[in-house]
């Protein structure tokens, strides 16, 4: 039964442990029947296993290294993550513009490709780390839950058919920012570069930036172009653990026996940083912080590092990284016995290594007792600095590093490994912000998680539509700057939860959601993070009924507009400051008057540098002029006058001395473009510095009042002035200029009469 949890645990997909226990019990029983009865048969009821391998093992598809899976089939180019391996295909590759495509790793050849990108991506999945196959023919795939249904549906299979692991991977990836792991290299690689946007590669040179993907390579990188250096090596993710697990095939894992010799070489040259997880330990690290007092600590680590390390301020990772407490130790092994001897330089002129505070397979290489050496390099207190203070002071020092009790290093061992949840909670309250929006597309209703990703659909699916959005042939200043960059503009929505399950989405995907799933019930949405409070608005319903939430939606969210849906009670001038943030900046000063590029209009989507053009063009849409004799409306003053004189025959018509009262409801849809492509309304901004209608509505008056103007003018030329020097050749020449009014006779008898 160990054996079989150690195959279950290490089985992917998303079938639960109970079938896949169900599966292998289900083969090792036709093994044992199998075995029991061949020895009444003639010959084998299955091919010897042997010979079915060796027919099956050319047909296989290939598995290149974990670096080189998206190498491009046209060009060798090699990239890191899908997101970049699309763009180059259709962006980047030289050869893009042919009609076939051949697989870097087995050649295999698509049609037409263009047009179906996702069949490429889909085959790179069967390169990847796991492949399964069925027992009685040669179906494989990537995922053990499709061999599985193979097998079902499959009238020729019988329940009982075997599956063959023809490749799995055995270990755990975990990220040191958050709690993700995955069993799939990749996948981290992935989420370091579209979650955190980090490298993909596990370690970065902090002075070159250069990247590696094993520490091997990282070593050889240090010795060659950084020697007698203090460099930090920046390590965005680790191979975490597998319990039960012995199963070790990673290329960076390697380090066996020459690791330890390796890393006594860059002792003097090397300092190891690794972003802490923060899901590691419990709360027991957070009392110890305020026992310790070390607050001081942090901030002498944070100047520390960020003197030392340029390269952190140049990552959004730079503040986590600077508040993480350094821990050094000098490291000495002999005869593989734990290293004795541990002290804090903060101020060193000697070389030291700072060893992980994640558990790691690496971290091994430092003793030959796995277990000693993770206490050493996990347990360390900072005490004192040894070259800087006198021989007395030393060993009062060691004094008190012997007085210490286990509890008291334990203590300080799960502080020092939560430091990055610690100071993720103190300098960064937006974090709530983050998790609870996404990106939305201002041409379709397509929401994502991540910029990058938002972007890049914005390019391919919308092209010319998103590059021009900003383009304008009389625009100067910034808005000149940002026709001519690389500009994708974005809102943000709010993230919702279902009232009836767990799904957590934007209003629109929720909306679907809710007719799929809870058909025949009231749409109901809460707030991500208050489950009493309405997804859509500031009620609140302390009871959490249904029915109260039920009659809430039916009476105030029934016709709700499709861009009102996203609610806007939480913007803020910090929100807004948060949200400048995001995206790609132009670069440009960031003054308070050039933070908004453009003002769109909520209803023809015309765009004006000046907010109060933009309070003319609504008043455009919104002000209309009617006659008091019939229905008719007109858009002009001009216009209504001419029909008046014309059609009732009133020459005296007196307009109205101002305009009404603007329309709140149009002013409200005017959106606002700042200057990194965040688009809000000014609906949405109406509790905060920029949410004033005040100049739209100074607009809309100027906009009547150059519409009475230009009535008084047009009546001026309809006037007929005769003065005293007027001839009668320049009286008829005016004439011409005006509409005549000609009187005919309609009745032919009176017309024959007065002949």
């Not at 980047?92 to 050649?107: D, I, L, V």
């Not at 047009?115 to 009685?136: K, R, V």
């Not at 802490?276 to 690290?285: K, N």
């Not at 948060?578 to 933070?595: F, I, M, N, S, V």
Request: glycine share 4%.
């Amino acid at each position: 039964m160990d054996i079989l949890s150690d195959i279950i645990l290490v089985m992917p997909g998303t079938i639960t442990a109970e079938e896949k226990r169900n599966c292998i019990q289900n083969t090792i029983k036709l093994g044992d029947h199998l075995t029991h009865s061949a020895s009444a048969m003639s010959k084998p009821l299955l091919r010897p296993v042997r010979t079915y391998t060796e027919r099956t093992a050319k047909s296989y598809t290939y598995k290149p290294h974990f670096s080189l899976l998206y190498k491009c089939g046209l060009c060798s180019a090699v990239e890191t993550s899908k997101l970049a391996f699309q763009k180059h295909l259709l962006q980047e590759c030289p050869n893009n513009k042919r009609s076939y495509y051949n697989c870097a790793h087995c050649n295999k050849m698509f049609k037409d490709w263009t047009t179906n990108l996702e069949s490429i991506i889909e085959h790179l999945y069967f390169h990847g780390e796991n492949l399964y196959a069925c027992g009685n023919c040669a179906y494989y795939h990537y995922l053990f839950e499709n061999v599985a249904a193979h097998i079902i549906k499959s009238a020729f299979h019988s329940a009982k058919c075997e599956i063959k692991v023809l490749r799995e991977s055995a270990e755990q990836w975990e990220c040191n920012v958050c709690r993700l792991k995955s069993s799939f290299r990749q996948t981290v690689m992935e989420h370091m570069q579209n979650v955190h946007d980090l490298p993909g590669e596990r370690f970065m040179c902090s002075l070159c930036n250069m990247r590696m993907l094993t520490k091997e390579k990282s070593i050889r990188h240090f010795k060659e172009n950084h020697p007698n250096q203090d460099v930090v090596m920046i390590e965005m993710y680790h191979e975490a653990e597998v319990e039960n697990s012995s199963n070790n095939d990673d290329t960076d894992s390697v380090a066996g026996s020459d690791a330890s010799s390796d890393l006594q070489i860059i002792d003097d040259v090397i300092e190891s940083f690794s972003l802490s997880s923060a899901s590691d330990h419990g709360d027991d690290g957070e009392d110890a912080v305020s026992e310790l007092g070390n607050d001081d600590l942090d901030d002498l680590a944070e100047h520390n590092l960020r003197r030392k390390c340029p390269v952190l301020r140049e990552h959004n990772y730079c503040r986590m990284a600077c508040s993480e407490i350094p821990l050094t130790a000098k490291v000495k092994n002999e005869n593989g016995k734990q290293p004795t001897e541990l002290m804090h330089d903060s101020s060193a002129t000697g070389n030291v290594v700072t060893e992980s505070n994640e558990p790691c397979v690496d971290s091994s290489a430092i003793g030959a007792d796995d277990g000693a050496s993770n206490a050493v390099g996990n347990s360390t207190e900072e005490i004192s600095d040894s070259a800087a203070e006198p021989d007395d002071a030393t060993a009062t020092d060691s004094e008190i590093l012997q007085s210490l009790s286990p509890s008291t290093v334990m203590s300080v061992l799960s502080m020092e490994r939560r430091a990055s949840r610690r100071v993720a909670v103190k300098k960064d309250i937006t974090s709530r912000w983050i998790n609870s929006t996404k990106y939305g597309c201002i041409f379709c209703d397509n929401s994502f998680e991540h910029y990058k990703s938002l972007h890049m659909h914005a390019r391919i699916v919308h092209g010319t539509v998103s590059r021009n959005f900003l383009r304008d042939s009389n625009a100067d200043g910034v808005a000149k700057q940002a026709a001519g960059a690389s500009f994708t503009g974005f809102r943000l929505f709010c993230i919702a939860r279902c009232f009836y399950c767990d799904k957590q989405d934007t209003y629109a995907a929720l909306r679907m959601h809710h007719d799929k799933k809870h058909d025949g019930k009231t749409f109901v949405c809460l707030d991500f993070w208050n489950p009493m409070k309405c997804g859509l608005c500031a009620y609140l319903n302390g009871s959490g009924n249904e029915k109260d939430f039920s009659h809430h939606f039916q009476q105030f969210h029934t016709t709700i507009s499709k861009r009102y849906a996203s609610p806007y009670d939480h913007i803020d001038d910090s929100f807004i400051q948060w949200a400048l943030t995001l995206g790609k900046k132009l670069t440009a000063e960031t003054e308070d008057e050039l933070k908004i590029l453009k003002y769109i209009c909520g209803t023809c989507a015309e765009k004006c540098d000046d907010e109060l053009r933009m309070g003319m063009h609504v008043a455009s849409h919104v002000l209309k002029f009617h006659c008091d004799y019939c229905t008719k409306s007109f858009r002009e003053l001009k216009a209504l006058y001419e029909h008046i004189v014309m059609i009732h025959r009133v020459e005296e018509y007196d307009p109205p001395a101002a305009a009404s009262t603007a329309s709140e409801q149009m002013l409200l849809d005017v959106q606002m473009c700042f200057i990194n492509g965040f688009i809000l309304s000014k609906r949405e901004a109406q509790f905060t510095s920029h949410g004033s209608l005040q100049v739209l509505e100074e607009g809309y008056q100027k906009y009547i009042e150059g519409q009475l103007s230009e009535l008084d003018s047009y009546k001026t030329m309809l006037s007929t002035m005769i003065e005293a020097n007027t001839t009668c050749k320049a009286f008829l020449q005016n004439q011409t200029t005006h509409p005549v009014v000609m009187l005919l006779p309609v009745d032919g008898n009176t017309s024959e009469e007065e002949s």
